[in-house]
């Protein structure tokens, strides 16, 4: 359930007498933790949605299922790189898959192609309630990261810290292939203007199946990586989908630079939310989203269409 | 004439149902229809005749739900608790229209998925005002004019009831000029602003329409199972409203109902039977978007007429050769 995040804090009540200052710091790294899990998540989301013009319901879909897929592969005995590595690979082919099959056969109808991801995604919650039951599955850290890092006296959890590299090395690497190379500019060329792009001799088509294998593979990669903080448990999609939703509309769909900013604003407003009003935590995460709604519709990082 | 015929006759069918049909688990089940018909014909106003596909509607209608539970229990009579269900549901309607009508298409569809969740998390998560994913008991059902509900043959007439009132509402509002300006503001947005129509107003009404009638749905469903919990609110049911609505054919009367029926046939029969309703609900999602887009009553239609063309064609092949 959505108060995982906040029991991944300590959860007892002596949490509370901890000096107020290393309190906040505390809520700041679980912030940035679940900031870098989200953009994980939202990176591939926002350029589906930039690219196809479709929310892809499924995405949440692909977090759980991808991390289910960890710890299957976990307890098959690999270790928790190559697990989650295997779970991108896997989630990626099945993303490429449900491209090919269902959302290319009603290209052109976006909104017969949502109503087919959400229809995938009760089929996804129902299967993997069948295979791994109900009770919620814990990964265990990796044990080269179970350590704490002393930062300026104060003691930061590496495995925390890790999340939060990955996700800016992924991000650079993605910033990297969308702004230097060919297929990148293409895949921007599809976003800004894709019957233009297709006239000039893009397979737009070719790309929105890239696009959806990687942004599946991510959110695999992304399950696998939160679970030893979130747990894997049934409703960890229903949990996710929502957050990579409000990203996107903050940040802009199709924009990179979006996804990243609109993740750590979320990872933010969750973990102080729901430190500081816990009844309330999900209104206040949806406020800036109506702010935006409101003043800047296309998001703080998007073009006017 | 004959439109009003059958519908005599069906009116006739269902208000006799409790007595040719005595075992009270099928009543309960046709009371249960009834309720989820109501809901469905309130999306089917938004998602039907104006083009905008709502994935917030259980918001709305949760939300009914558990204002007049939370009057009841404050101790408001029914009747004022119900009043003040509506009155909220209808300011909820208004404020989710203000903010998604904004935009058509999938960004409408989004932000109401949005606001749908703000109002399940709330549920859930409000938990000194809501008691949280407990939910909330109702003692009893409201008794109208001192007659009691209690019996599954006396709430099933009550809902009847509302659900003719209104399948009647939607009749007029379908024949209706208004009803005629919203299909218009669906197919042809700029030719009704040229005409000097205010697209926005005709849908800005039609979500409050369709939100009090999501309310009157809320209501019932309160009634009947005496307790609403979050899964009112959720996607899940918003979901299951819009495949109804999609199942039996957008844009028509007769559709929603029929999808209602048969999305609740099918959950009793299939939960009788295996436990994966959510894998059932979600293949069936899929299957009808991709084989049968404009719905089965529709394309049952179609095929139908499409065999007696073939029939007839090869019938004339016969006769000339």
Known sequence: ?305 | MTRRLAFALAVLVLATLPFWLTNSYYVNIASQILIWAMLALALNVLAGYAGLVSLGHAGLFGMASYAAALSVAGGAAHLTAAVLALAATLVASAVFALLSLRSTGISFLMITLALGQILWGIAYRWISLTNGDNGINLLSRPAPFGISLESPQAFYLATLAAFLLVVTAMEIFVASPFGASLCGTRDQPRRMTALGYNVWLIRFLAFLFSGLVAGIAGLFFLYYDKFVSPHALSLATSAEALLMVISGGTGTLIGPIAGAALVVVMKYVASAYIERWNLVLGAIFVAIVLFMPEGLVPGMLRLWRAMRRARRARAAAAHLG
Not at chain 1, 162 to 171: H, S
Not at chain 1, 199 to 211: A, T
């Open chain 1, 1 to 305: 359930m959505p108060n995982t995040i906040a029991l991944a804090l300590g959860g007892s009540g002596a949490e509370w007498t901890v000096p107020a200052m290393t309190l906040w710091l505390l809520l700041a790294i679980n912030s940035i933790t679940l900031g870098g899990l989200l953009f994980l998540l939202s990176a591939g989301f926002s350029l589906i949605f930039g690219l196809m013009r479709i929310p892809n319901l499924t995405h949440g879909s692909f977090f759980m299922l991808g991390a289910y897929l960890g710890v299957s592969f976990l307890s098959a005995g690999l270790d928790f790189w190559t697990a989650a590595l295997a779970s991108a690979v896997a989630m990626a082919t099945i993303g490429g898959l449900i491209e090919r099959l269902l959302l290319r056969r009603l290209a052109g109808n976006a909104l017969a192609q949502v109503l087919v991801t959400l229809g995938l995604s009760f089929m996804i919650a129902d299967i993997c309630l069948m295979i791994w039951t109900g009770d919620p599955v814990q990964i265990e850290t990796p044990p080269a990261l179970r350590g704490a890092v002393p930062i300026a006296s104060v003691v930061f959890p590496a495995y925390r810290l890790a999340i939060a590299l990955i996700a800016v090395v992924i991000a650079g690497m993605l910033w990297l292939m969308l702004d230097r190379t060919r297929l990148g500019a293409m895949i921007r060329a599809g976003v800004d203007d894709a019957p233009m792009a297709r006239v000039v001799g893009i397979r737009v088509g070719r790309l929105f199946s890239i696009i959806f294998c990687l942004g599946a593979g991510l959110a695999g990669f992304g399950g696998v990586m939160g679970a030893p903080i979130l747990s894997v448990y049934p409703g960890l999609d229903a949990d996710m989908l929502p957050l990579a939703l409000i990203v996107v509309i903050l940040g802009g769909t199709g924009s990179l630079v979006g996804a990243f900013v609109g993740s750590f604003i979320v990872g933010f407003l969750y973990n102080f939310g729901q430190a500081l009003f816990p009844e309330l935590a999900y209104v206040i995460l949806f406020l800036p989203m109506l702010a935006v709604l409101v003043i800047r519709p296309q998001g703080l990082f998007g073009r006017q269409a």
